[in-house]
């Protein structure tokens, strides 16, 4: 048998919020000191030592088109040595790109050749293992590394993403010094980033801590982006009225695609390459104008103006990149600049907005964007422009910042909305109870009425059936005692007939249903004896198989109207003979009661109960009452009922 709680046992709530302290208790901690261990661990890198008295040599390669089949013979040729003029430099070392250059296909081709000693310390620790480089970045066309005049080392596979992927070169045994050569095309030019030589295990350890926000970090946000645009597309399609999903969701796509080039290699197609490097830049158009519309969706910001032009500027930007023009020219950083001053200007609308209308999920994605730009401005005037190789390219970190302030602006908006609709069901169980307490109270007085309805309706009916049976019975036993054709026996009979009607006038309502030909048998039983005493003939032709049932209601309603009829003929016709008929004629049953009395015009006769309640009564039964002068003399009663009656 299963154990039942006791009664001290919290509720469900208050269990909850138990689990959820215990929980941050135990949790909380162990992230705090995971976290702090982590930062604690000294980076690999200053187990490292820089580089100093480097050299460089500028090589000429002529006009040639560096592309995979260049690049590959230029990697692998030797240059002439005795042209060589070696300049001291310190690292990083580089030449600036422009905002926008010329860049012909015969433009002037070189090679960088850069001389780097191996420190005499780092040669006699050789015993601990072998000798490697680590360098932070290398900008320009593939880097080869010589030793001894041979080559011991290139990136062919790889060069299109070097730019982001830190350098990392193992130096053969007894070389005093390692060249590393970086051709580039004059109106480019290239950057290299500072070197730290050291053992190889060093250098492998600082080159993966490098990458874990080079490379690593930057590809986890593209699977978050991918996951969070399957979700945010999968609401949007269920709720196509809230378009704020649907833009989070292409945010998400274009966070992904912006993703792509630290993990999508395209080396060695050089055509894909053009058309990858060109979705690659116009994806930054795009996250920086999708990222502009949803902060307008969130903060409920109506600038179609703005909104247009910045859509239109991220269309034609993506339009006049496309390689398909074949544009001899670099406008990189021209490009960057447009996005620049277009997030400056939703910056403006933003935070003016922010400041007329603070809310905190405005604030929080108007700082989101302000960090984005700083980020990028960051980018720009030190990777992109190749004037700071050693500097972190920051703007990825925008993706970041960009993820985690969307899901906190969606999820408070998420919660406000559950919050509102907890409260509305709060208001709406209150005001259900109201209404059920109003319509418990207006029950019970419709309940009061209907009694008092069904009191004055039964009141009603006993009043007519006493007029129109007893009243019926009375009139005969009248015009019999005025006849003076009742003995004492006859008398008592009579009398005992009243009694007897009497108690069937409360009787009827008992029975449930009733056939016609029953009730038509207890009329003749009733009426027979006191026509008789009244000198009246009485002609009965009834169908005997009529086959029509009726309620008890409805029961009483014909055999009152009957009764009242008959009364009618004894009271006023001095008729010698009254005829009933039963028949089904199509789908009606027809009863007609003729008598050749004197007659009368129904039109003529002063109004009482009689004849208007038996009118009600046909109307209640569905039926139709006709009342005509006979031919010769008399009066015809005729009675249809439909084929079903109702209950009446």
Known sequence: MKRAWPDSSPDSVAAFRWVWWLAAMVALPMGVFSWWTYLQAPSRLAELKRVEGVSVWHEPLGNRVIDQTTVRDIVRTPPNWQEAHWTPVELPNFIELGHSVELPPDAPKLRAWFRIPIPVDAEGSRSHGRQGLLGFRVQGGAWSVWADGKLIQSNLSDWR???NVPLRITVPLGAREVLIAVPYAEPLGYSVGSLFVGPMDVVDSAWQERNVLYLDLPRFMSVMALLLMVVSLHLAWSRPKDRMFALLGFNALIWSVTCLQFSFDVTGFDSLWLWFGSVMDSSINWMVILGFIFAFELESIRVPRLTAVMLLYAVLGTFVTLPVWGWQKSALIAQQYGNIAVMMVGLLVLGWHVIRHPR?????????????????VHTLLNL?????????????????????AFMYAVGRRTVAALNSTERHEGELKNRLAEQEIRLSEQHVRLQQLEVARRLDTQRDNIMQDLHDRLGSNLTSALLQARKGVLSPDETVLLLQDLADELRHVGGLASQEQRSLNELLAELRQRVQNRLAHGGIYLVWDVDPALGLQLSAQAAQHVLAMLSEAIANVIKHAEAKQIRLEARRQGGEFVITITDNGNGFDPESVEPGRGLPGMHQRTAALGGALQIVVADPRGTVWRLRLPDTVPKA
Request: net charge negative; charged share 5%; aromatic share 18%.
């Open 384 to 404: 992109t422009n190749q004037t700071n190789p050693d500097s972190f390219y920051s703007f990825s970190l925008g993706v970041v910042v960009l993820y985690f």
């Open 161 to 163: 993403i070097q730019w």
């Open 360 to 376: 905190r999920e405005g604030v929080v994605i108007f700082l989101a964007l302000l960090t984005h730009l700083g980020l990028g």
